[in-house]
């Protein structure tokens, strides 16, 4: 189900009525409320995808119960053992069985040994890469003795499944979201205004950015030799938009949707095109996720301790397995290298670190600002491209500068109109989210009357059309 569908802006009313009216009652029925819809929301994709889900929920359970029991070493280590080899044995066949298969016959082609192997007919499960890092969280922490276990089962499923964040984030640490499934929810007529409007907001950098971006940059990557280095360059620029406004889109519905129900999820982007540095563009990008890995891969691999080449061996196994996280194919790899080369620099130099909050610009940091936003731009080509020679092609003809020719916005009416919607569109996502950059707030807050414009917008330039996709369904 789709959060930009006419199915969901049927679904959540009712949920929210059915919800809230159990207020006075229990909030254990208001759990039960939230689970059914849980499964409902994930169940419309394929209801088939309904039995990992729950399997993974149910050995996650039973894990966290029985490490709590458990002193000794060794069977603890067991214990967290099945959780990792059941969720990462999970994610594995169903994410990477096919990549796996594939770039052993092509290893093999490159030495003239043929195999005659086909790729398994595998379905993705929706949302693998999100639910399964959010139970390994759980039972990691009970290891490390962060976390004790719930003894309920129901409140337990309801925090893995949450439909808000269940397929795209945020990726939830049980230390925040599960407590909040033990407390009385009470209405909050404020905290609700606030997730509506960052559901407005959302889907504004959906519908109206992401989506009309998506135009272009299809076209462009479809046949990359028709267009000039110019409208390449453009074509970079504008999938870096349509990346941000479908994945922050989606997290700050998530969020407002969470905060329908009196839940508070995680900030999870925080204007990363402002950053100065590559550093600090992963510490305002998907934030839930580059925390998991800083604290689950990173930390206890040595993190920033040792040498400095001790330290840059961290830096590329994150990166590097963060790329592959993304999806099965070398292109994720090869743009998760790239950041990791490009935040070398500031290892070797121990330029001291900027913080999240700190949002000063000034003039002398602009060069910098362009760099960081200008080399993510070019990352961003082989995130996006289908092989990594669609990557390399681009980017060399980009370099090459062969022709100045800007011929992709002009000619037909419609391409006037979509030209003109990611111009504006985009010229409002600037001024907005500068404003909040600079206010050091977690999100653009919308006043009543940007939140009816916003409203129209999303209503005239993306209502009417097919919804698509978000792309990080697929991961």
Avoid at 218 to 245: K, M, P, R, T, W
Avoid at 325 to 335: K, L, M, R, S
Avoid at 355 to 360: D, G, M, R, T, Y
Avoid at 430 to 438: G, I, L, R, S
Wanted: aromatic share 20%; glycine share 6%.
């Amino acid at each position: 189900m789709l959060f930009n569908s006419f199915t969901f802006l049927v679904f959540l009313p009712i949920v929210f009525v059915l919800y809230w009216g159990l207020q006075k009652k229990s909030f254990q029925l208001q759990n039960i409320v939230l689970l059914i819809a849980s499964y409902i929301f994930y169940g419309w994709w394929d209801y088939r995808f309904l039995a990992l889900i729950f399997a993974s929920t149910l050995v996650d359970y039973l894990v966290g119960l029985n490490l709590a029991k458990q002193d000794n070493i060794m069977q603890r280590k067991i214990l967290l053992s099945i959780s990792l080899l059941f969720n990462l044995g999970l994610l594995c066949y169903f994410k990477y069985t096919n990549f796996f298969i594939d770039s052993w016959i092509e290893a093999w082609d490159t030495v003239g040994i043929h195999f005659n192997i086909s790729s398994l007919s595998i379905i993705l499960p929706v949302g693998i890469s999100f639910y399964t890092f959010q139970t390994l969280s759980y039972t990691i922490d009970i290891y490390r003795k962060q976390l004790k276990p719930t003894t309920s089962f129901l409140r337990f499923a309801t925090y893995v499944a949450f439909f808000p964040q269940l397929v795209a984030g945020p990726i939830e640490r049980a230390a925040h979201l599960l407590p909040q499934f033990d407390e009385k929810r009470i209405f909050d007529f404020e905290y609700a205004k606030s997730g509506v409007s960052l559901i407005l907001w959302g889907m504004f950098k959906k519908v109206v950015i992401a989506d009309n971006c998506a135009f272009f940059v299809n076209q462009i990557y479809d046949n990359v030799e028709a267009y000039s280095s110019v409208e390449l360059s453009i074509g970079a620029i504008l999938f870096g938009l349509q990346i941000y406004g479908d994945f922050s889109g989606y997290s700050d519905i998530a969020i407002g949707v969470a905060r329908l129900f009196g839940f508070d999820l995680m900030t999870n982007f925080r204007f990363p095109y402002f950053s100065k540095s590559i550093p600090e563009f992963w510490r305002r990008w998907h934030i839930s996720l580059s925390t998991w890995f800083r604290d689950y891969l990173y930390i206890p691999l040595g993190g920033n301790r040792g040498t400095t080449l001790f330290k840059a061996r961290n830096i590329f196994i994150i990166f590097l397995v963060s790329g592959l996280w993304h999806g099965a194919n070398w292109t994720f790899v090869i743009w998760g290298g790239i950041h990791a080369c490009l935040s070398l620099p500031m290892l070797i130099t121990k330029k001291p670190k900027v913080k999240p909050n700190n949002n000063s610009l000034t003039l002398r940091q602009i060069p910098a600002l362009l760099y960081t936003f200008i080399m993510v731009m070019l990352a961003w080509v082989f995130f996006r491209a289908d092989s990594w020679s669609q990557a390399y092609r681009y980017i060399e003809r980009i370099i090459s500068l062969d022709s100045l020719n800007v011929n992709l916005f002009i000619g037909s009416s419609k391409m006037i109109l979509f030209s003109l919607v990611v111009f504006f569109s985009s010229l409002v996502l600037f001024v907005m989210e500068y404003k909040a950059f600079k206010k050091v707030e977690k999100e653009v807050k919308l006043s009543a009357l940007s939140s009816i414009a916003i409203f129209l917008m999303i209503l005239f330039l993306g209502v009417f059309k097919n919804p698509n996709d978000f792309i990080y369904f697929q991961f």
